[in-house]
């Protein structure tokens, strides 16, 4: 089982929807999540960050922590163009390293 | 402008050649960190350094060697022992190693053939 898992896509959603990103991991006791968007032949950019169970919130980004289920997801709302990048979610494991998942691939359609 | 920046942005090397890539950051950052991404994968750490003069072994050290001689400065180096050195390098830093917002420089496609 990996680490951090999330489905590959693509996602595609059209502009203005509202873009789901999913991801889950093994690691019980981990405490820190983090959602970072990677353009094509960039760097990861640092979107989100999330420590505590719930939603967070940030302009048009959501962000969902659930312990119990070990899930964290990523909402996108009125979801544009120049947000289709890959999506990358990391979890801070044991011995305090970040720990990737591949990413999802979103594809916004005008 | 505070930053991390890599050099070169693309880098091609021969065969059982070594190459050294270079990370700068301003940020007064603590902590620096190396990563690879290969294509459809995550990023995975090679090495990292919580302070000057320290460093620690990543998943995939086998084949790197880094220095931490400056705050500012964590250099990594491809040795001929890596057998697939052909990806994307990418070199990151937080503010302390207990702040684990990491913030990436630009990277560098290195290229081995």
């Known amino acids: 089982q990996k680490e951090v898992e999330q489905n590959s896509g693509p996602l595609s959603v059209p502009e203005g929807a509202i873009a789901s990103l999913n991801c889950t991991y093994s690691d019980r006791v981990s405490q820190s999540f983090f959602w970072y968007r990677q353009y094509s032949g960039k760097s990861p950019e640092l979107i989100m960050s999330i420590y505590s169970n719930g939603d967070k919130e940030d302009g048009r980004f959501t962000a969902q922590l659930n312990k119990a289920s070990q899930y964290v997801s990523l909402l996108i709302r009125d979801s544009q163009p120049s947000d289709s990048a890959t999506y990358l979610c990391?979890?801070?494991?044991?011995?305090?390293?970040?720990?990737f998942g591949a990413g999802t691939i979103l594809r916004v359609k005008s | 402008d505070g930053g991390i920046t890599q050099s070169p942005k693309y880098l091609f090397r021969k065969e059982g050649q070594n190459v050294t890539l270079s990370c700068e950051q301003n940020?007064?950052?603590?902590?620096m960190y190396w990563y690879r991404q290969d294509p459809g994968q995550g990023l995975r750490l090679i090495y990292y350094s919580q302070i000057v003069n320290d460093f620690q072994k990543g998943d995939i050290a086998e084949g790197y060697s880094v220095s931490r001689e400056k705050k500012e400065s964590f250099p990594l180096t491809v040795t001929s022992a890596q057998k697939n050195p052909t990806a994307f390098y990418l070199c990151?830093?937080?503010?302390?190693?207990?702040?684990?917002?990491?913030?990436f420089g630009p990277g560098t496609r290195l290229t081995v053939t």
């Open positions: 990391a979890v801070i494991r044991y011995g305090n390293k970040l720990v």
């Open positions: 940020l007064n950052h603590d902590a």
């Open positions: 990151a830093s937080s503010r302390d190693p207990g702040n684990y917002e990491q913030y």
